[in-house]
């Protein structure tokens, strides 16, 4: 049974940084392309960034030279580091799992960044 866990949301001021986990078990992690989305009150989950399996990593324009998505094979890990946050990034950040051809997806943690 495949489950991925959020943590390290919160509350922040604008400017601020979090750092995102989201641990996976019941996968081989190293062959699991992992993502974050993030979806704000009123508006469409949307894709924040991405790592492959193999460590390749992309991002929103919106977020780039801001977050940063990384990896631990090891903790079977996956983390987003916010930077420079603004107003505009408050919403509930998803990790998702694409594993084998399936997906998975988090519970969700929220991140509010007040101004």
């Known amino acids: 049974q495949v489950q991925l866990v959020e943590s390290g949301g919160g509350l922040v001021q604008a400017g601020g940084s979090l750092r995102l986990s989201c641990t996976a078990s019941g996968v081989i992690f190293s062959i699991v392309d992992m993502s974050w989305y993030r979806q704000a009150p009123g508006k469409q989950r949307e894709l924040v960034a991405a790592i492959t399996r193999v460590g390749s990593a992309t991002y929103a324009d919106s977020v780039k030279g801001r977050f940063t998505v990384s990896r631990d094979n090891a903790k079977n890990t996956a983390y987003l580091q916010l930077n420079s946050l603004k107003p505009d990034d408050t919403a509930v950040y998803y990790c998702?799992?694409?594993?084998?051809?399936?997906?998975?997806w988090g519970q969700g943690t929220q991140v509010t960044v007040s101004s």
């Open positions: 998702n799992a694409r594993y084998f051809l399936q997906t998975y």
